[in-house]
T-cell receptor
Framework: DADVTQTPRNRITKTGKRIMLECSQTKGHDRMYWYRQDPGLGLRLIYYSFDVKDINKGEISDGYSVSRQAQAKFSLSLESAIPNQTALYFC??????????????FGPGTRLTVL | AQSVTQPDIHITVSEGASLELRCNYSYGATPYLFWYVQSPGQGLQLLLKYFSGDTLVQGIKGFEAEFKRSQSSFNLRKPSVHWSDAAEYFCAVGEGTGGFKTIFGAGTRLFVKA
């Protein structure tokens, strides 16, 4: 079984709808991240969480919110989706306790299309 | 501000040929440097990483990268490319104490022709 899972894998929605993307991990890592990937822009950090009570904005947090329900779960919400939020979204985890290099482990991604 | 530049948006090489993907970074301190690979429909997988020590690092799948501080570069190489290497490759730099945030380059898409 995959260590980092994301649901759904694909989603098409309409402008103005509320959308939640979910991420679960079995790696036991404290740190979790949400990125979006756009062609030619690489990955950009939306939010990150160092533990359940520590949530931080990334470089492009506007229009997004997150919830860290447990160590293993980190959800990303789009309160009112807009077309320029169409992108590939990745969840990732890391555990600096075991790796000073902060290697990140990625889920398979969620492809979101906002019409 | 920290940044990562991958000058080549896409590269095409013949199967069996050598490969070099370029990466330049901007970072004031000793960087944590990474190369990740993204196969179609997949998440990113770490190929290799550098923090200190030997400037030539070996990774998985036969890849290696060389850190050159004077050139602010961390280029990825492979002596003989296989068709299964076709993917998108991301260079990244970790910032902050312990590298808790990672800045990614825009990626280089590798095409392999028979």
């Amino acid at each position: 079984d995959a260590d980092v899972t994301q649901t759904p894998r694909n989603r098409i929605t309409k402008t103005g709808k509320r959308i939640m993307l979910e991420c679960s991990q079995t790696k036991g890592h404290d740190r979790m991240y949400w990125y979006r990937q756009d062609p030619g822009l690489g990955l950009r950090l939306i939010y990150y969480s160092f533990d359940v009570k520590d949530i931080n904005k990334g470089e492009i947090s506007d229009g997004y919110s997150v919830s860290r329900q447990a160590q293993a779960k980190f959800s990303l919400s789009l309160e009112s989706a807009i077309p320029n939020q169409t992108a590939l979204y990745f969840c990732a985890t890391s555990d600096p306790g075991t790796s000073v290099y902060n290697e990140q482990f990625f889920g398979p991604g969620t492809r979101l299309t906002v019409l | 501000a920290q940044s990562v530049t991958q000058p080549d948006i896409h590269i095409t090489v013949s199967e069996g040929a050598s490969l070099e993907l370029r990466c330049n970074y901007s970072y004031g301190a000793t960087p944590y440097l990474f190369w990740y690979v993204q196969s179609p429909g997949q998440g990113l997988q770490l190929l290799l990483k550098y923090f200190s020590g030997d400037t030539l690092v070996q990774g998985i799948k036969g890849f290696e990268a060389e850190f050159k501080r004077s050139q602010s570069s961390f280029n990825l190489r492979k002596p003989s490319v296989h068709w299964s290497d076709a993917a998108e490759y991301f260079c990244a730099v970790g910032e902050g104490t312990g590298g808790f945030k990672t800045i990614f380059g825009a990626g280089t898409r590798l095409f392999v022709k028979a």
